[in-house]
T-cell receptor, first 111, second 112 residues
């Protein structure tokens, strides 16, 4: 099956700093989503981004499908950005809906 | 108030016991999914359903069963055959196809 690797595994930021999270995947995909899991376990969808660039407030994401990676940018980080960020992909050859998740990047933003 | 509800929030299972986790949605979504999350790991797909009265196994279906008798409901039963059931269980829905998935708040299952 497809491999999804996220880096770095852990990230500690001071409030106001910028950061970049990376997601590499081992095969062609037609679906890529970024999620944020808060400390209470709730997952929120941040982006549906199989290709191209999107922005939502202080967050933006870029997927280069031909080179099999996606980047999530956090600018001017806030303590509420703390949590785990997951990248999930759906392999082109798979039936729709079957997302494969990476292991996540644990982000801690300190005041 | 709308969205996806999961109950209970915490569940304790004794050895050899079957337990059922509830997932209900009022978003009128066709597709529903069950994931398992172990500490420090990503989510793994257990079962998914694209339409009422139909469901497919995910990557780790052994020891679990589901039903989809109503569009709004997709209960997950953790059977005694699941030898390591302690985990965080998350239900998700979407309109079907390769669409954004939306998640419920989760159920934490602990074996006594």
């Amino acid at each position: 099956g497809i491999q999804v690797e996220q880096s770095p595994p852990d990230l500690i930021l001071q409030e106001g700093a910028n950061s970049t999270l990376r997601c590499n995947f081992s095969d062609s995909v037609n679906n890529l989503q970024w999620f944020h899991q808060n400390p209470w376990g709730q997952l929120i969808n941040l982006f549906y981004i199989p290709s191209g660039t999107k922005q939502n407030g202080r967050l933006s994401a870029t997927t280069v499908a031909t080179e099999r990676y996606s980047l999530l940018y956090i600018s001017s980080s806030q303590t509420t950005d703390s949590g785990v960020y997951f990248c999930a992909v759906e392999q082109t050859t798979d039936s729709w809906g079957k997302l494969q998740f990476g292991a996540g990047t644990q982000v801690v933003v300190t005041p | 108030d709308g969205g996806i509800t999961q109950s209970p929030k915490y569940l304790f299972r004794k050895e050899g016991q079957n337990v059922t986790l509830s997932c209900e949605q009022n978003l009128n979504h066709d597709a529903m999914y069950w994931y398992r999350q172990d500490p420090g790991q990503g989510l793994r797909l257990i079962y998914y359903s694209q339409i009422v009265n139909d469901f497919q196994k995910g990557d780790i279906a052994e020891g679990y069963s589901v039903s989809r008798e109503k569009k709004e409901s997709f209960p997950l039963t953790v059977t005694s055959a699941q030898k390591n059931p302690t985990a965080f269980y998350l239900c998700a829905t979407n309109r079907g196809g390769r669409e954004t998935q939306y998640f419920g708040p989760g159920t934490r299952l602990l074996v006594l």
